[in-house]
């Protein structure tokens, strides 16, 4: 298994090389424990040092700490009930992503068109086949058009009388099928 950045770190902090290739975590293991051993000797001479230095830099007092508590049997246990919780709470989360997924949201109901917005449609389609505005397939003037086509609407849906001739009595016989 390869050191971590903090690792590196903190091994170059106390005097050890552990970037370069060939040093492997148990070299780096037997290294540490030697200093920690050779450190006993002197340790009541440092210890003055020592707090001055915690002192100064508590964050790398804290990660050292840190690092030898994780090294020892209960350090590790605890690290291997993180490294399980951390899978169960991934399975835990892609399970509730595929849960998601399957709740598909129903797609909207399409509106349906108003009787009126009905009779508009047959009537530009009546209007465009006349030859009223235009020739046959086109409108020249398509306001003019569209507003002939809604007062005809608005008068079918009325009951209006059919006018005796003209583009409006083509529209509103049209319109008057519609339901």
């Known amino acids: 298994m390869?050191?971590?950045?903090?690792?590196k770190a903190m091994g170059l902090i106390i005097g050890l090389d552990i970037a370069k290739p060939g040093t492997s975590r148990a070299a780096a293991k037997a290294a540490i424990s030697?200093?920690?051993r050779g450190a006993m000797s002197v340790t009541p001479r440092v210890a003055t040092a020592g707090a001055g230095l915690i002192q100064a830099n508590p964050v790398a007092a804290g990660v050292g700490l840190g690092l030898g508590a994780l090294q020892t049997d209960p350090g590790q246990q605890l690290l291997d009930?993180?490294?399980e919780r951390g899978r169960s709470d991934r399975v835990r989360f892609e399970q509730a992503i595929t849960?998601?997924?399957?709740?598909?949201?129903?797609a909207a109901k399409k509106r349906s068109k108003s009787r009126f917005n009905k009779m508009v449609s047959a009537g530009m389609k009546q209007a465009k086949a006349s030859t009223s505005y235009g020739k046959k397939g086109t409108?020249?003037?398509a306001?003019?058009?569209?507003s002939a086509v809604t007062k005809a609407a608005s008068a079918a849906i009325s009951g209006k009388k059919l006018p005796k001739s003209g583009?409006?009595?083509k529209l509103m016989s049209v319109m008057r099928k519609i339901k």
């Open 167 to 169: 583009i409006k009595r």
């Open 2 to 7: 390869a050191f971590s950045k903090l690792e």
């Open 99 to 106: 849960d998601l997924q399957l709740k598909t949201v129903p």
């Open 143 to 146: 306001k003019k058009a569209f």
């Open 81 to 83: 009930m993180a490294a």
């Open 139 to 141: 409108i020249n003037n």
């Open 34 to 36: 030697l200093i920690g």
